[in-house]
């Protein structure tokens, strides 16, 4: 643990610092129009995310001038210059860009803190609920909503009844529906961005299979707000899920749970 960096503060000033990208992000999400353009891997860019994303950077460097900012529309930076840092804000500044464009209110702002591959601190914005959900490293899990006063949130315990299990309202596939139908019956609950992590840190689910593709800065500021929220995030063979190890900014495959007293990879369908 970093002891230098005054986690709650700089917690508390990245909340101030979302709901700001948010508010731009509103007013772009409640025009009459707005510009979407496809990014080399297929993936949709708004002028939201770009509003968002320069404000985020500007606000962080005026913060904390000495910790490097990676953005998911940064340009990227190579692994053998980024790989050395101990440090550094991992932030998406609309995680959710298909939600946004089909106007469904479910995307989110994301800013983590990264220290020695881990996350310690991260804040989620809901801008079109004005909800933040944010925790920092042995500080607790804290929700608010339309930015009135912080209640503590925790994970639940399985409880043998029926299982409740978030998943992604844009991204399905064959290994997930395997993966669903070994559980038995669940309730399901379908929702966009890094809201599925943010719905096991309060307890509405119990497990978060994300058997597809994503990339660590969407789910880096939610590792933190679920770890202190009691909860867990691992690799599909339980091990842990960890920050910038590698040359790719992809994340391998993980669950999201709140209790760890079952193994979630048994219902994985074995590799031949």
């Not at 608010?144 to 409880?159: P, Q, S, Y």
Request: charged residues 25%; contains cysteine; proline residues 4%.
């Amino acid at each position: 643990m970093n002891h230098s960096l005054n986690l709650k503060k700089l917690c508390l000033e990245c909340l101030s610092i979302a709901r700001e990208a948010g508010d731009a992000i509103l007013t772009v999400y409640n025009s009459a129009d707005f510009n979407v353009v496809e990014k080399a891997d297929k993936s949709p860019l708004t002028d939201a995310d770009l509003a968002s994303h320069r404000l985020i950077i500007k606000r962080l460097k005026a913060l904390t001038p000495d910790i490097p900012v990676l953005s998911e529309e940064s340009t990227r930076v190579p692994f053998t210059e980024r790989g050395r840092w101990q440090t550094y804000w991992l932030v998406d500044p609309l995680d959710g860009t298909r939600e946004f464009v089909k106007r469904n209110g479910e995307f989110t702002v994301n800013i983590a803190l990264i220290h020695q591959h881990q996350s310690i601190l991260g804040v989620i914005n809901v801008p079109v609920l004005d909800v933040d959900y944010y925790a920092w490293q042995d500080g607790g899990c804290f929700k608010t909503e339309n930015r009135g006063k912080a209640h503590a949130i925790a994970v639940k315990k399985l409880d043998g009844k029926q299982l409740t299990v978030a998943g992604s309202r844009s991204h399905g596939s064959a290994m997930m529906q395997q993966y669903m139908k070994k559980l038995g019956d669940v309730k399901n609950l379908s929702m966009g961005s890094s809201l599925k992590f943010c719905l096991v840190a309060e307890g509405r689910a119990d497990l978060y299979p994300r058997l597809g593709p994503t990339s660590e800065w969407d789910s880096a500021a939610a590792h933190c707000i679920v770890t202190e929220a009691g909860g867990y995030i691992t690799k599909t063979d339980m091990s842990p899920l960890l920050y910038n190890t590698k040359d790719s900014l992809l994340n391998p495959f993980f669950f999201v749970f709140g209790d760890d007293s079952r193994d979630w990879s048994q219902y994985l369908e074995k590799q031949k």
